[in-house]
């Protein structure tokens, strides 16, 4: 089972940018994967996923600001954000939609001015 590590997070002033990265611990060849985030006192909540082959989705609250992307080769898969706002304030998780492995720690983005 592929396991997650989240990476990238900080505080950032809302119109800012960040690039956050999953490191996959095996193979994501042929997976889909997801970022995820938590604020707080709130449900967790897919905001971006992208499949093997390229096919990407978005949450409509990051369409145009956020860009997924992913590297097979070196088992990451990274997301771009920008022009942040308060509101994307939450940790940022990535699994794969549907066939969760087991969350790991996240990675904390704080949009403050």
């Known amino acids: 089972q592929v396991q997650f590590v989240e990476s990238g997070g900080g505080l950032v002033q809302p119109g800012g940018s960040l690039r956050l990265s999953c490191a996959a ?3 994501i060849n042929n997976i889909v994967v997801g970022w995820y985030r938590q604020a707080p006192g709130k449900q967790r909540e897919l905001v971006a996923q992208i499949s093997w082959n390229g096919v990407i989705w978005y949450d409509s609250s990051v369409r145009g600001r956020f860009a997924i992307s992913r590297d097979n080769a070196k088992k990451v898969v990274n997301l771009q954000m920008n022009s942040l706002e308060p509101e994307d304030t939450a ?3 990535c699994n794969r939609p ?3 492995s087991s969350w790991g720690q996240g990675t904390q983005v704080t949009v403050s001015s």
């Open 98 to 100: 549907g066939k969760y």
């Open 25 to 27: 611990s095996g193979s």
């Open 91 to 93: 940790v940022y998780y």
